[in-house]
């Protein structure tokens, strides 16, 4: 269903600075509100307040961070870790003078809140009259709400607050730290947008960082959970993909991998805007395929884009080089792509941002992604992993890229393998490998069980990597059994022809 249009049609947008954010945010802030950043410490809200107030001052308006609990010095020294220079950008500091530490000058007929909520907001609203800035922040609400003793005093505060800027055309944003008690839930209330941001602990690895916006009062937004990163220069927010939002524009053609009975196995080869499974247990040439596909694309002069989370490049570009196929030329050409990827380090955001430059900076024809394993170590809950590949290869298909996924099933031999995730419904092309014994040996067969654009074959055939090529052999048709690893011979000889290697040359 639709989202519907901003109430507010004149409302001027205002950007935040935060790379990703206004897109987010439909374009930015609608300026003269008051909104609330939530978040734990260490998330990112005042790095993210900082970067709004440098905005403003960029496009030449008055900016004021009022902090309530840092230090100037300390807020100069966030700045400095990023390489920021504040330049103009006022600041009023609230922290408490050194001689009211003194036990003399605690207050002892009065409470502290009667006395120093009153000064303290007096004191910041001189302020912002004499400089009259249309950027505000203040830095933290946790200060206000402990001076303002009850739930009841401190709401009304924040109201007043809200109604004193809504007259001086002054946007304002509001830092908290994150609660589960009612008052958060009535300042989410007040305050006209909201954005939380959370930091989640992973057993090993960076933290993954996300935040969701979750209100914007009379204006559309894209809601969910989107990634985060900070970095030293700021923060990046990393848009959650919507598949819907990126139309469709491509000639359909079949992509072929050079190598005749693989293409003939599959129908006549990869066809573009397709996803293609390739699953099976470790070592079984899952990752060989798909690389031939993409070093195919690349003697074509087509990119590709190879994404590689259980090898090293150093490993890939090795083990392809002793079947024959050389990467080296074509990825100082630029026509191949190859990016390691550490799950322990990526987010899944941040990949399917690298998978989104491939496409539209290095326009890839063929992306391999291997393997679905290593992406899966990097989501924090597998639940969601379905969810996301199914939006991200609708995205691909989309715009006519070819894309191979390789994942590794547990156990070598048998029809009873089994996969640490289901994602088989999702490729329109899955393609089957599997180890089988024979004659005290481990071979390796390979077959087709779907193609949803056009006809393949159903037979089972031998792969075959040796003597520095990869090839794939004839119909394994003189046997059965062999998806259960232990063929039994059903031809007319029951020995292999003297100096044949394949199977279907009994």
């Known amino acids: 269903m639709p989202q519907a249009e901003s109430i507010y049609p004149d409302r001027e947008r205002i950007s935040l600075g935060v790379p990703g954010l206004d897109?987010?945010?439909?374009?930015?802030?609608?300026?003269?509100?008051?909104?609330?950043?939530?978040?734990?410490?260490?998330?990112?809200?005042?790095?993210?307040?900082?970067?709004?107030?440098?905005?403003?001052?960029?496009?030449?308006?008055?900016g004021l961070h009022v902090t309530l609990s840092e230090s100037n010095a300390?807020?100069?020294?966030?700045?400095?870790?990023?390489?920021?220079?504040?330049?103009?950008?006022?600041?009023?500091?609230?922290?408490?003078?050194?001689?009211?530490?003194?036990p003399e000058e605690q207050y002892t007929v009065f409470h502290p809140s009667e006395v120093e909520?009153?000064?303290t907001l007096t004191a910041v609203l001189k302020h912002v009259e004499a400089i009259n800035p249309k950027r505000i922040v203040f830095d933290s609400l946790a200060e206000l709400r402990m001076l303002s003793r009850d739930p009841l005093r401190y709401r009304r505060q924040v109201l007043a607050l809200k109604r004193y800027f809504s007259g001086r055309d002054c946007t304002v944003l509001l830092l908290d730290d994150s609660g589960t008690d009612g008052r958060d839930m009535q300042l989410r209330s007040i305050a006209h947008g909201v954005i939380i941001l959370q930091s989640l602990d992973r057993d090993y690895g960076v933290k993954r960082r996300r935040l969701e916006v979750r209100k914007l009062r009379g204006s559309r937004y894209r809601e969910g959970f989107h990634d985060f990163n900070m970095y030293t220069g700021g923060i990046a927010v990393i848009p959650r993909l919507v598949a819907s939002e990126h139309k469709p524009g491509f000639q359909p053609h079949v992509i072929s991998s050079g190598l005749a009975e693989l293409d003939q196995l599959i129908g006549g080869g990869i066809d573009a805007g397709t996803s293609t499974l390739i699953m099976g247990p470790a070592?079984?040439?899952?990752?060989?395929?798909?690389?031939?596909?993409?070093?195919?694309?690349?003697?074509?002069?087509?990119?590709?884009?190879?994404?590689?989370?259980?090898?090293?490049?150093?490993?890939?570009?090795?083990?392809?080089?002793g079947l024959g196929m050389d990467l080296e030329p074509y990825i100082q050409s630029g026509h191949i792509h190859l990016q390691q990827i550490d799950p322990a380090e990526l987010s899944p955001g941040e990949f399917v941002a690298a998978v989104q430059n491939a496409v539209e900076k290095l326009d890839a024809a063929v992306l391999v992604i291997d393997s679905i394993n290593g992406l899966l170590a990097s989501m924090p809950d597998d639940r969601f992993l379905a969810l996301q590949l199914h939006?991200?290869?609708?995205?691909?298909?989309?715009?006519?890229v070819a894309t191979?996924?390789?994942?590794a099933q547990h156990g070598l031999l048998g029809s009873n393998m089994d996969s640490p995730i289901d994602v088989s419904y999702l490729a329109d092309a899955v393609v089957l490998c599997r180890y089988f014994e024979y004659k005290g040996?481990?071979?390796?067969?390979?077959?087709?069980?779907?193609?949803?654009?056009?006809?393949?074959?159903?037979?089972?055939r031998e792969l075959i990597m040796e003597n520095n090529e990869?090839?794939?052999?004839?119909?394994?048709?003189?046997?059965?059994?062999?998806?259960?690893?232990?063929?039994?011979?059903?031809g007319v000889h029951s020995d292999l022809v003297k100096g044949e290697d394949d199977l279907s040359a009994s």
């Open 391 to 400: 939006e991200l290869l609708t995205y691909l298909s989309q715009q006519g």
């Open 470 to 490: 990869m090839r794939v052999g004839g119909t394994l048709s003189e046997f059965e059994g062999v998806l259960t690893g232990i063929p039994r011979f059903t």
């Open 23 to 62: 897109d987010i945010l439909n374009g930015g802030l609608p300026s003269g509100h008051l909104y609330l950043i939530e978040g734990d410490p260490g998330t990112g809200k005042t790095t993210i307040a900082l970067q709004f107030l440098l905005e403003g001052q960029r496009i030449g308006e008055k």
């Open 117 to 119: 909520l009153a000064d």
């Open 74 to 102: 300390e807020l100069l020294a966030v700045a400095e870790s990023h390489g920021w220079s504040l330049g103009d950008l006022s600041i009023y500091e609230m922290t408490p003078e050194e001689s009211s530490l003194n």
């Open 441 to 460: 040996e481990l071979r390796k067969a390979i077959s087709v069980m779907k193609k949803r654009s056009g006809t393949h074959e159903r037979s089972i």
């Open 283 to 321: 070592g079984c040439g899952k990752s060989s395929v798909a690389i031939r596909y993409a070093l195919a694309a690349a003697r074509r002069g087509d990119a590709a884009t190879i994404f590689a989370f259980d090898e090293s490049i150093a490993s890939i570009k090795h083990r392809a080089a």
């Open 404 to 407: 191979i996924l390789t994942i």
